[in-house]
């Protein structure tokens, strides 16, 4: 499946992408705040884009004029969740590279998969999640219409091997449509 916005193509992960992958996520602004070690080569890019990035729901952030890999974009089932997440309810998770902050294109992004999963997958509510300290990732959910639920504290975060504060928002599918219809 592809999804598209203004500026973006939200696609699935090719293994043809591991070295634009590789240029983004090596980059110790980007991983560590999100939770996931810097990858240290291609190969270990490639290796994520086969064992992580390739399940279903999640996809490539892509720049319309050149189709690049420049972040990741996806919905997380109940069973993967870092929240416990009703049936049908769903997590959303991002990055995009460090040349590409402050641009607005991981809200855009994020909104088209609010659209995906609210219209096409009748989803009743969407969570979020992000770091103590991650502040970029909070103002991208604050954009998008997140409403801040919980904190939990001294989470392990397994993949960096060190203990942490998640700050979780949600959004509802009423909150969505009210967003998005209720000015009409």
């Known amino acids: 499946m592809i999804l ?8 699935p992960w090719d293994e043809n992408d ?6 983004y ?3 110790p602004d980007v991983g560590p705040a999100a939770g996931w070690p810097v990858h240290e080569s291609v190969s270990d890019s ?3 884009i086969r064992s992580v990035l390739s399940v279903s729901g999640t ?3 892509c720049l319309k004029d050149d189709n690049e890999a420049v972040g990741s974009i996806g919905l997380i089932s109940p069973a993967q969740s870092h ?3 009703g049936d049908d309810e769903l997590e959303i998770g991002y990055w995009i590279g460090v040349p590409f902050w402050g641009r607005g294109l991981i809200p855009e992004a994020v909104r ?3 659209e995906y999963a609210f219209s096409e997958l009748d989803c009743s509510a969407l969570w979020c999640g992000y770091y103590e300290g991650n502040e970029k990732s909070r103002r991208c959910q604050e954009k998008c219409g997140f409403i801040y639920h919980h ?3 001294d989470v392990p975060c397994i993949l960096m091997g060190d203990i942490r504060t998640e700050h979780f928002t949600r959004m509802t599918k009423e909150m969505w449509m009210e967003m998005n219809y209720g000015r009409e």
């Not at 598209?4 to 696609?11: A, M, S, V, Y």
């Not at 591991?18 to 240029?23: D, G, Q, R, Y």
């Open 4 to 11: 598209e916005t203004e500026r973006l193509i939200l696609r």
């Open 18 to 23: 591991a070295e634009s992958l590789f240029k």
């Open 25 to 27: 996520a090596s980059s």
């Open 46 to 48: 490639l290796e994520i």
């Open 59 to 61: 996809f490539a952030v």
């Open 83 to 85: 929240v416990s997440v």
């Open 112 to 114: 088209r998969l609010q």
């Open 151 to 153: 904190t939990e504290k």
